[in-house]
């Protein structure tokens, strides 16, 4: 089993920054990828960012040049700075990791608000 703890989301009004942290314990082995969803509400739950475990990134079209995605593999941690914020960014943040086999995991969700 694999756990994913979030942390960092919160309020914060357009144009404003946070970051929020993903940080993977248990079966953290054999790890494809790990990354960042988001659902809003009535819509389908999106891909923002993902960082597979040689580093290769990918991200949606609407975060690209805003966000970034990073890890730390000590810490088994991914990271989503994001910057720029705009209203539409509002959302749940769910981490996510895939390992080459076998089932996804996923975070509890950090509900991220941009609102002045």
């Known amino acids: 089993q694999v756990q994913l703890v979030e942390s960092g989301g919160g309020l914060v009004q357009p144009g404003g920054s946070l970051r929020l942290s993903c940080a993977a314990s248990g079966s953290i082995f054999s790890i494809y990828a790990m990354g960042w969803y988001r659902q809003a509400p009535g819509k389908q739950r999106e891909l923002v960012a993902h960082?597979?475990?040689?580093?290769?990134?990918n991200y949606a079209d609407s975060v690209k040049g805003r966000f970034t995605i990073s890890r730390d593999n000590a810490k088994n941690t991914v990271y989503l700075q994001m910057n720029s914020l705009k209203p539409e960014d509002t959302a749940v943040y769910y981490c996510?990791?895939?390992?080459?086999?076998?089932?996804?995991?996923w975070g509890q969700g950090t509900q991220v608000t941009v609102s002045s």
């Open positions: 996510n990791l895939k390992k080459y086999t076998g089932p996804q995991y």
């Open positions: 960082i597979t475990s040689g580093g290769t990134t």
